[in-house]
């Protein structure tokens, strides 16, 4: 309990904390495709379990998602060598605290703190690794329309290629005396191995594996809400039936 009372301490201000008013993209929900569960979780254990852990999560829970052990461990255990081990970081957390200040917190259940009035945890995730920008100025190059002068780097910028942020300039709404800088759009200026459909795939797929991984047992629990309610449903038939049979020679 401890543990997790300081990671959502620590998950505002350290890594997606949301930093001004960009709308956010709706996240496709793919947590019951299990090939988009399974590519989800291979991106997470190359770009994400360097710097970030997820120690409420087991690699052996994958088993949910169609990976067998074997899978596991030929494509995603890296910090360990036992399947039953928690998603512990590669990192050392001495080392991370040195480079950056604070050890990054764990991403158990991001998907879940983040959620607002803006949308869900999902939105939020789904924009903010969709909207990073070089920006020299910032000491790692890079910059987010989600989270304005993120500390973070744009770890999968291999994959969407480099891009700037455009911004206009017009006139302040609430004080017509003054401008502002309006964002309209981004430009490529290098290329990514992946087209940017299908790196809107990807990370769709990477989110809806963080939502999976904020609560396993999620789809379970919706199976057996349906079958509660079913019985309920007939259940409350035959109470109805036996009701009336038992009230209709009592006048």
């Excluded at 190059?141 to 994959?159: E, I, S």
């Excluded at 005396?177 to 290329?191: A, D, R, W």
Aim: proline share 6%; net charge neutral.
């Amino acid at each position: 309990m401890k543990k997790l009372i300081a990671v959502l301490a620590l998950v505002p201000s350290l890594v997606l904390a949301s930093g001004g008013e960009f709308p956010l993209d709706k996240a496709p929900d793919l947590t019951n495709d299990k090939a988009a569960l399974q590519s989800g979780a291979k991106l997470f254990a190359n770009y994400c379990l360097n710097c970030h852990s997820a120690e409420s999560m087991r690699y052996n829970r994958l088993h949910d998602i169609g990976l067998n052990d074997e899978q596991i461990k030929q494509n995603l255990l890296f910090a360990t060598d036992k399947v039953g081990d928690t998603m512990t970081a590669a990192i050392d957390p001495k080392d991370a605290k040195k480079w950056f200040g604070a050890a990054p917190p764990d991403l158990s259940v991001i998907a879940r703190s983040r959620a607002s009035g803006a949308g869900s945890g999902a939105d939020y995730i789904y924009t903010y690794l969709r909207t990073y920008y070089k920006d020299p100025s910032r000491p790692t190059g890079w910059n987010n329309m989600a989270f304005p002068n993120v500390g973070m780097p744009h770890v999968l910028w291999q994959l969407q290629g480099e891009r700037v942020a455009k911004f206009e300039e017009v006139k302040d709404p609430h004080d017509e005396s003054k401008t502002i800088h309006k964002f309209v759009g981004f430009e490529q200026v290098k290329p990514g191995t992946m087209a940017p459909a299908e790196y809107d795939r990807a990370i769709a797929e990477l989110t809806s594996f963080l939502v999976y991984m904020g609560e396993p047992a999620r789809q379970d629990r919706f199976r057996l809400g349906v079958i509660v309610l079913l019985f309920f449903g007939v259940f409350t038939i035959f109470a109805w039936r036996l009701n009336a049979a038992y009230w209709k020679d009592i006048k």
